[in-house]
């Protein structure tokens, strides 16, 4: 029996030894699909090219609304384009320098693009506000229209992304566009009011609904990028308890330098150095306690690593 001594607390969790019972079982989004990909790429162009038909409308029509939808369709295009290079980059295996992969590059997108939504919701903000004093003119009609359009071409790039949800990458994307179709709806309504009764100032008011939209969105996103990042254990994972159900597994003296974190959404990684009894085999124990993991985290990359007790440090 091969039982070796690891000093570091924290490994990558993909090397695996035979003798040491350890193992890589990978789970997360591994398959990427050309036609996704595709999809994304069409969803991509799209909602650009409609971004810049809102601009211009908003531009247009005075209506700060629309400019403020547009705002939102920009990280749109930010979302997607982090999605698109993300199902590109993620499937390039790992090298000499980036043993895990790149899968990281897709959380550092998202943190980039979720700053810029909360500067470009600020920005709508101060403008909505200064606009409440103002007497601007709104043309309702053209607004309407291209609110209108806005909302139909992001529904149809959601049912286009929709049939993709297995992927993790696809799904954010997908949860993006639908809360700018919100927006569009808020422009709709503004729209509708200010044709209807003339309160130009509903345009402002939904400017602000949409900036708090951006808002609330962007947060969620830099939250948890700033948890994958600081390698915070999983969502939901709680390791006090994970650690007694380790100590559960019959061979299993003692546990430590169990560490939990998150390599992408969706993809965790879990290692831990266990202590065996001196009547049990470390295959035997190891395979027990990595079957342990893999089923309450199926997916995940799990290393174990077994010592005997002479073997611990004081």
Same mark, same amino acid.
């Given at each position: 029996m091969s039982v070796h001594r690891h000093d570091s607390d924290r490994g990558h969790g993909v090397q695996g030894g035979g003798d040491q019972g350890g193992g890589d079982q990978s789970g997360g989004?591994?398959?990427?699909?050309p036609t996704a990909t595709r999809q994304l790429g069409w969803a991509l162009v799209i909602t650009a090219g409609f971004m810049l038909v809102e601009a211009v409308g908003g531009l247009l029509t005075g209506s700060l609304a629309l400019l403020a939808d547009a705002g939102h369709m920009l990280s749109d295009t930010g979302a997607l384009a982090v999605a698109l290079m993300a199902s590109r980059w993620a499937s390039r295996p790992p090298d000499s320098r980036q043993t895990m992969g790149y899968q990281r590059a897709e959380v550092l997108g998202a943190g980039l693009n979720a700053g810029a939504l909360l500067v470009l919701a600020v920005w709508i903000t101060v403008e909505a =506000? @200064?606009?409440?004093?103002?007497s601007? +003119? =709104?043309?309702? @009609? %053209? &607004?309407?229209?291209? #609110?209108v359009i806005g909302l139909a071409v992001n529904l149809g790039i959601a049912g286009m992304l929709s049939g993709h949800g297995h992927s993790l990458n696809t799904r954010a994307a997908m949860l993006h566009v639908l809360g700018d179709a919100l927006g569009s709806v808020g422009a709709l309504i503004a729209g509708g009011l200010i044709l209807w009764r003339g309160w130009t100032w509903v345009d402002a008011a939904a400017s602000i609904m949409i900036a708090l939209i951006i808002c609330v969105g962007a947060w969620r996103v830099l939250r948890e990028? =700033? #948890?994958?990042? &600081?390698? #915070?254990? %999983? +969502?939901? &994972?709680?390791?006090p308890s994970l650690e007694q159900e380790i100590l559960a597994v019959e061979g299993v003296a003692s546990v430590h330098a169990l560490n939990a974190w998150t390599l992408k959404p969706g993809e965790d990684v879990i290692t831990v150095h266990i202590v065996i009894r001196p009547d049990t085999t470390a295959e035997v124990v190891s395979d027990g306690v990595r079957k342990l993991l893999m089923s309450s985290h199926p997916g995940a990359h799990v290393t174990v690593q077994p010592e005997l007790p002479d073997a611990v440090c004081c």
């Open positions: 989004d591994h398959q990427h699909s =506000i @200064g606009r409440f004093g103002e601007t +003119e =709104i043309l309702a @009609g %053209p &607004m309407l229209v291209v #609110a990028v =700033i #948890a994958v990042l &600081m390698q #915070a254990a %999983p +969502e939901g &994972m709680n390791v």
